[in-house]
């Protein structure tokens, strides 16, 4: 008989998953996580993980060949069944093992879909799913059409960076050849797209079996664009249920999860309600969970831990056997979070009934609030935007993307 009890390697270049890893042992599993020697002293749940293996560096420093030959070594002991990115940049490498070792999970082209904007953006027009306007930097004939035709402002998107790190926004046609001619030979790294104003959401799902069992849509309230290249305060909050545009988002987001074909596990997807025509744009998703204590918020307002659900689709699919979401709340809940002056800001002053959880990370002030209206949610927000830029608020220069991916 088939042990019961299955080897899973979880990959993770930054310090996040632990919920994940956690659930993933409770359920009576082998749990191996490959992260970096950089993040050693970082508190994982050591107590729920059976090996931590360090890699040199961070992110694109690992050398994929030394990965590979110690998930090998690995492997000749102990049979894996399944392999795990638990953050954006680990997409890439637990695709390309899963592929060398014929694991199964999603390969290598899917996972392209879920990692590189190019990808997206051209996978998206191929399903007829709503898209800006867009040109890969490859063919300078490609990109005149494109400026001639497209009106401005337009973006140059790294193809693999996370969230905004490393958008340049211009303004005319020799503004934007002049970028293009100073990332050099990086500029096959970026594509160029149209720019729209408008309200940005994001969808935060379960997929099991390619079917979406769970999501809620939620509104950026200042976007992680404006706050990346000209700071203010993350806010966030899940959007009336069943509104028009809650149907909508939703509606576009079961179209990507299809079309670009994630059978299994968890997804972050942003999409734009562009102010000029009031459509819903689809701008970029992810295979796993939402940054920046999403998955928090998204727990407050539906009592579903995005984390242990995906640990628990995991443990299914290893074990063939049936998945069940637990029961959904509807409730409303919303996110502040800021950098902070100080390393340990005092957040006791704000003693609302309505605040569940208050951001753990040294140098950010943050908390989640909840509560069954809507527009308490909103309106403790505002407040508590207002009070954190005046008393705790910080900015730091955004670094320049140096490696690319």
Request: proline share 2%; glycine share 6%; hydrophobic share 40%.
């Amino acid at each position: 008989m088939e042990s019961q009890i299955k080897n899973y390697i979880c990959i993770s270049n930054y310090f996040k998953g632990n919920d994940f890893l956690i659930n993933l042992k409770k359920l009576g599993n082998r749990v191996y996580l490959i992260t970096s020697e950089k993040l050693r002293d970082k508190p994982w749940a050591t107590e729920y993980i059976d090996d931590i293996f360090f890699m040199p560096g961070q992110d694109v420093d690992w050398n994929l060949n030394d990965l590979l030959a110690g998930v090998s070594d690995l492997m000749r002991h102990k049979k894996i069944d399944a392999i795990v990115a638990l953050d954006d940049f680990d997409v890439e490498k637990a695709t390309y093992l899963r592929e060398n070792l014929r694991i199964d999970g999603m390969g290598q082209t899917t996972g392209r879909y879920f990692r590189d904007k190019l990808a997206m953006r051209i996978q998206a027009k191929s399903k007829g799913i709503s898209n800006p306007q867009f040109s890969s930097l490859f063919n300078d004939y490609e990109i005149n059409a494109f400026a001639d035709t497209v009106a401005p402002p337009w973006v140059l998107k790294p193809r693999s960076e996370a969230s905004a790190s490393g958008i340049i926004k211009v303004y005319d046609k020799d503004s934007l050849w002049k970028n293009i001619h100073e990332l050099g030979t990086n500029r096959a790294k970026y594509l160029v797209e149209q720019f729209r104003l408008g309200a940005v959401f994001h969808c935060d799902s379960l997929v099991f079996e390619g079917k979406i069992l769970f999501s809620l849509t939620s509104q950026y309230l200042a976007t992680p664009m404006e706050i990346s290249q000209g700071g203010g305060i993350f806010r966030s909050a899940n959007i009336e249920y069943n509104s028009a545009d809650d149907k909508e988002i939703k509606r576009v987001n079961e179209q990507v999860i299809k079309g670009f074909g994630l059978k299994h596990g968890a997804s972050h997807a942003e999409f734009i309600k562009c102010d000029e025509d009031g459509k819903i744009y689809f701008l970029e998703t992810a295979s796993r969970v939402g940054g920046a204590h999403l998955a928090e918020m998204v727990h407050a307002a539906s009592d579903i831990n995005l984390w242990a659900e995906w640990a628990a689709i995991e443990d299914a699919l290893a074990k063939n056997k049936k998945y069940k979401l637990p029961k959904v709340k509807k409730e409303f809940a919303g996110i502040v979070l800021t950098l902070s002056k100080f390393q340990h800001p005092d957040l006791s002053e704000f003693n609302d009934g309505e605040v569940c959880f208050r951001v753990p990370l040294d140098y950010h002030a943050g908390l989640i609030v909840k509560s069954d209206k809507h527009a308490r949610i909103r309106e403790l927000l505002d407040v508590y935007a207002e009070r954190l830029i005046k008393d705790y608020a910080t900015s730091a220069q955004q670094e320049a993307v140096k490696k690319l991916h």
